[in-house]
Structure formats: C-alpha cells, structure tokens
C-alpha cells in the first residue's frame, strides 16, 4: 500500500485514469465516462494490483477512529481499525490490521 498525503494521487489502471484526492475520488473510464465521489473521510492510501485488475483506496474516518476500503472488485468494506496494509496474495485482497488478516 503507498500512503498518500500528498494531493492530487493519480494511477492508471486497464486504461481507467484515477485521481486521488483528500476527500474526493475521480476515475475516468476507458469509454471518457467520468466518475467521482465525494467522501466524508480522507483518503489516506492506495494499492494497486495491475495483474488481477484491482485497485484498493484507503479511506481514513478520524472521527470514528477507522478505515475503510474501498476496492474497483471489491467493494466497500470495514471498518478496520490501526490499518497497517492491503495487499495481494493467493488471488485475494488481504488488508492487515490490529485484529490480523481479513480477505475482501
């Protein structure tokens, strides 16, 4: 996972172009349909796994003291708490926190 505290983020992934901001997600699909939301937390993160066409955002919510993901196949998930990593193994995303290891 890369830590963002430096905004715009952007990554490519499969020809979608995605732009990371401290409360806001954009992405651009390949077709030039544009997408963004808007988010009460603040993107803190991002993992991007290019072989299994997926990327995970990692959005912190202080005020709950959470994270939540949020993943192009996967998802919203959480809440996780002391978020330490997301990562890729054996097919899966795996995020890793206090509690240990959960797959997405």
């Given amino acids: 996972m890369i830590k963002i505290d430096t905004y ?4 490519e992934l499969s020809g979608e172009q995605w732009e990371l901001h401290e ?3 954009r992405w651009v ?4 349909e544009e997408n963004k939301m808007s988010l009460t937390g603040n993107v803190v993160g991002a993992a991007v796994f290019e072989d299994a066409d997926d990327a995970v955002v990692v959005v912190e919510y202080p005020h709950n003291e959470v994270f939540h993901t949020m993943g192009k ?4 998930k959480g809440p ?4 330490k990593d997301v990562v890729h193994r054996n097919g899966r995303v795996v995020v890793l926190d206090a509690e240990g290891e959960h797959a997405l």
């Avoid at 715009?8 to 990554?11: E, L």
């Avoid at 996780?80 to 978020?83: A, D, G, N, P």
Wanted: positive net charge; glycine residues 16%; aromatic residues 22%.
């Fill in 23 to 25: 409360n806001m997600v």
């Fill in 29 to 32: 699909r390949v077709s030039g």
């Fill in 73 to 76: 196949q996967t998802g919203w």
């Fill in 80 to 83: 996780f708490k002391e978020l």
């Fill in 8 to 11: 715009p983020y952007g990554f």
